[in-house]
T-cell receptor, first 110, second 114 residues
């Protein structure tokens, strides 16, 4: 079992729709969780992080965490073509040991 | 701060040659990570350092790979001898101490072994 699993996609949504990205992790002791966005040929950049159960909102982005189910998700509201990228889920297991999922490729069609 | 700086940006080498990738982390960051990214395997953690000390190198694929951090502002990842299956993008990242601190990535080195 991989430490961090994501649906590789591709996920395609129309412009203005909600994109839902999911991630599960295997280590119950994991402390904090991150969503990164990576454009083709570029390096990953942080969108947001979450460490408490529940929802965390930042603009059009909402991260959701359920530690009991070992599940993290990212919702993107009012999706824009510029949101087209690969989204990486990252888990800080402990001691800053940061592990990434393989990423979900999102395409937002105008 | 200029961010995490990696060199070279691109490297093409012949099988069997030694390859050295370099990284300068963000000043003041306690942690430095080396990742490898391929289409097949995604972003894999190879090794990470805390205050220049290697903490976990279990991701290093085999003995051909080695990493050093002689001081707080410089790290190298060496592959000797290189093989075509080592072709990938290698990222260096750094972060501050703490569970909720993000990792900042360099621009990556695209390695091609022919």
């Amino acid at each position: 079992q991989k430490e961090v699993e994501q649906n590789s996609g591709p996920l395609s949504v129309p412009e203005g729709a909600i994109a839902s990205l999911n991630c599960t992790y295997s280590d119950r002791g994991s402390q904090s969780f991150f969503w990164y966005r990576q454009y083709s040929g570029k390096s990953p950049e942080l969108i947001m992080f979450i460490y408490s159960n529940g929802d965390k909102e930042d603009g059009r982005f909402t991260a959701q965490l359920n530690k009991a189910s070992q599940y993290v998700s990212l919702l993107i509201r009012d999706s824009q073509p510029s949101d087209s990228a690969t989204y990486l889920c990252a888990v800080n297991k402990r001691n800053n040991d940061m592990r990434f999922g393989a990423g979900t490729r999102l395409t937002v069609k105008p | 701060d200029a961010g995490v700086i990696q060199s070279p940006r691109h490297e093409v080498t012949e099988m069997g040659q030694e390859v050295t990738l370099r990284c300068k982390p963000i000043s003041g960051h306690d942690y430095l990570f080396w990742y490898r990214q391929t289409m097949m395997r995604g972003l894999e953690l190879l090794i990470y350092f805390n205050n220049n000390v290697p903490i976990d190198d279990s991701g290093m694929p085999e003995d051909r790979f080695s990493a050093k951090m002689p001081n707080a502002s410089f790290s190298t990842l060496k592959i000797q001898p290189s093989e075509p299956r080592d072709s990938a993008v290698y990222f260096c990242a750094s972060s501050l101490q703490g569970l909720n601190t993000e990792a900042f990535f360099g621009q990556g080195t695209r390695l091609t072994v022919v």
